[in-house]
Each structure stands twice: as C-alpha cells, then as structure tokens.
C-alpha cells in the first residue's frame, strides 16, 4: 500500500515559484509513475504533470508546459512539482497520484494525497 503526502503549498504573489512534495511511503513506490493533478472550486480536477517511474519521460498539458517541471528522488520516495511564474489562474490543490503509467487519464491513478493549497494572487 502507498501512501502519499503533499507539501509545500502556499499563497505567493503572481510571477513567483513554489516547489511541490510528494512523499509516499511503501517500498515499492519507486516502481510507480507519479501524477500531478489540481482542482479549483467548482471545476473538474485536472492533469498537471506526471512521470515515470525511472524519471526518464514526463509530460504536462500546454497551460503549464515551460513553467513547472515535475521531477523525483526515488531515494527519498518524493516526487517534486517545482511551478514557476505562477498566475492567479494556478490557484486550486494540488494532489499527487500513483499509477502504474505515466498518462494525463486520471482513472489510471490508484493512490492518491489528500492536497495541498496553492494560492496565487495577482
């Protein structure tokens, strides 16, 4: 059983970063691909970013694609979501899932975080 907890939200001024955590606990963790996924009141919750198991691929849907970057150590078992020149438009949680796949389809994820909350002011 994974199981998974983020960190590292908060509420920054627009243009600014912050760094995602995703701490999983479970030796086989590094063997699964890790999702980012978020969800601001009243919408759907949707893909962020994800990345294999070994690191070696990721994707990211065009409106976040060239600010954030996902990354992981799977010596620590944590997966990172670094989110540059963030808008007011990136306000939502964040949850990170584990799957079996890197995909952006949400139902492919089995595990997942309880979030945490990102607020971008302008």
């Known amino acids: 059983q994974v199981q998974l907890v983020e960190s590292g939200g908060g509420s920054v001024q627009a243009g600014l970063s912050l760094r995602l955590s995703c701490a999983a606990s479970?030796?086989?963790?590094?063997?699964?691909?890790v999702g980012w996924f978020r969800q601001a009141p009243g919408k759907e919750r949707e893909f962020v970013a994800t990345?294999?198991?070994?690191?070696?691929?990721?994707d990211y849907p065009e409106s976040v694609k060239g600010r954030f970057t996902v990354s992981r150590d799977n010596a620590k078992n944590t997966v990172y979501l670094q989110m540059n020149s963030l808008k007011p438009e990136d306000t939502a949680v964040y949850y990170c899932?584990?799957?079996?796949?890197?995909?952006?389809?949400?139902?492919?994820?089995?595990?997942w975080g309880q979030g945490t909350q990102v607020t971008v002011s302008s």
């Open positions: 990345i294999t198991w070994t690191g070696n691929y990721t």
């Open positions: 479970g030796r086989a963790f590094k063997y699964y691909a």
């Open positions: 899932a584990s799957g079996p796949i890197a995909t952006a389809d949400i139902s492919r994820y089995d595990h």
